[in-house]
Nanobody, 123 residues
Framework: QVQLVESGGGLVPTGGSLRLSCASS????????MGWFRQAPGKEREFVASIFWIGSGTYYADSVKGRFTISRDNAKNTGYLQMNFLKPEDTAVYFC????????????????WGQGTQVTVSS
């Protein structure tokens, strides 16, 4: 059973930065796509970013493009989401996910999920 554990969330002011981490319990992290999704109160969970295993191709939601950077360290079975220039509308619970990732922005493309980490951006 693959387990994903997110960390790094917190409270930051507008314009601040946070780095989220997603640690996998097993080596099955390699060879799969890693994705980040988020869910704000009262809203549907939405795609944020994804990174493939092969070629490390990355994709971003338009709302975070240019501000967020997804990366992964396969040797450490860990993925990251660097979030810069944070806005109040980025406030949400952030989830990491792992799976086939095709399509990359659809939740059902991912078979394993973390428990989420809260990110709050104050105005």
């Amino acid at each position: 059973q693959v387990q994903l554990v997110e960390s790094g969330g917190g409270l930051v002011p507008t314009g601040g930065s946070l780095r989220l981490s997603c640690a996998s319990s097993e080596r099955t992290f390699s060879g799969v796509t890693m994705g980040w999704f988020r869910q704000a109160p009262g809203k549907e969970r939405e795609f944020v970013a994804s990174i493939f295993w092969i070629g490390s191709g990355t994709y971003y939601a338009d709302s975070v493009k240019g501000r967020f950077t997804i990366s992964r360290d396969n040797a450490k079975n860990t993925g990251y989401l660097q979030m810069n220039f944070l806005k109040p509308e980025d406030t949400a619970v952030y989830f990491c996910a792992a799976g086939l990732g095709v399509p990359y922005n659809v939740q059902t493309s991912y078979t394993h999920w973390g428990q989420g980490t809260q990110v709050t951006v104050s105005s």
